[in-house]
């Protein structure tokens, strides 16, 4: 009789703690599209290295090379992961843009440590499948690689080109381009071309012109690398993830803002933004999408 009186009880506390992780599973989502949504955007950060540090890359190019397979596993990540990347790209992202126009330099030290506060992570992945000599080598090559690209473009002057249809249609390559291969800055690339600033107010002002093209371009390019990508990551898991790894910390080195006037007050701001962000990202680094998978 005691066992019959207790069984429901039991039952209604376990669909509660499955109804918690449902809530939970679904906040994580949204969050994580809004991070994606509203960094990628802005100047020397790469969505796809977002992707990579919120756990959310395998289900992006997944996405991208068996679309319908992958929406009808899991539609519900998608939904809520696409909400967050709108509510970001369009309104967090302004206020980020605020925040980095008024306060550039704390931003900036807030993004790195949140990078870094997710490396130890991301590091844990690569070696998943055991480290080799030609992982640590695949993880130099990238940094040696990215870092001197990135140096290349961030050293050319701005070209003098007029913003049309053609090269908002090169922008969403370059967008594509940035998500498959994290790493990647789309936005230094085209802010040495002269486009970035006429793209963003575009986007911002919901121009069709910009915008069709621009989405034309990324999702043509991702679908057609993603399945190549995500060849390489099965067959070479950590070669391939440590030359993720590499590039995480290039690209980030790139966007240090080692070259401005520090005071003892502003030094000690910037520290404490850097610290901050790696604490939360470090202890927020299990929050991850691909845990609901």
């Known amino acids: 009789m005691g066992t019959d009186n207790n069984e429901p009880t ?3 506390e376990t669909s509660e703690k499955k109804e918690r992780s449902k809530i939970a599973n679904i906040i994580i989502d949204l969050v994580c599209g809004v991070a994606v949504g509203a960094g990628a955007i802005l100047p020397g950060f790469s969505g796809g290295v977002l992707c990579v540090v919120l756990g959310m890359y395998p289900l992006i190019m997944e996405l991208f090379s068996h679309p319908f397979k992958a929406i009808k596993k ?4 998608y939904l809520f ?3 967050g990347w709108g509510v970001g790209f369009f309104a967090v992202s302004n206020l980020i843009k605020f925040m980095f126009d008024r306060f550039e330099v704390y931003t900036i030290w807030t993004f790195i440590g949140l ?14 499948k055991g480290r080799s ?5 695949s993880m130099a090559v990238a940094f040696v690689s990215m870092f001197a690209m990135l140096l290349t473009v961030a050293l050319l002057p701005s070209a003098n080109i007029t913003p049309n249809i053609g090269w908002y249609f090169f922008s969403g390559i370059m967008w594509g381009l940035s998500i498959v291969i994290p790493g ?7 802010m040495s071309l002269g486009i ?4 963003n107010a575009g986007l911002a002002g919901f121009k069709l012109e910009v915008i069709i093209p621009w989405v034309i371009g990324m999702l043509a390019t991702a679908a057609a690398l993603a399945r190549l990508i995500e060849y ?9 993830f440590h030359a993720v790894v590499g590039i995480v910390v290039s690209s980030t080195l790139m966007i240090f803002p080692i070259f401005e006037h520090y005071t003892i007050v502003s030094g000690l701001i910037s520290a404490a933004c850097v610290i901050g962000g790696f604490i939360a990202a470090y202890f927020l680094s299990n929050f991850k999408v691909e845990e609901q998978v």
Do not use: D
Request: no cysteine.
């Open 232 to 240: 390489i990551f099965k067959k070479f898991h950590s070669q391939a």
């Open 196 to 199: 970035y600033e006429a793209f």
């Open 81 to 83: 992961i696409g909400i």
């Open 10 to 12: 039991e039952k209604v």
């Open 74 to 77: 899991h539609w519900q990540i």
């Open 115 to 128: 990078i870094f506060g997710n490396l130890p992570s991301l590091y844990k992945e690569a070696g998943k």
């Open 133 to 137: 000599a030609s992982s640590y080598v």
């Open 184 to 190: 990647l800055t789309s936005s230094s690339i085209m």
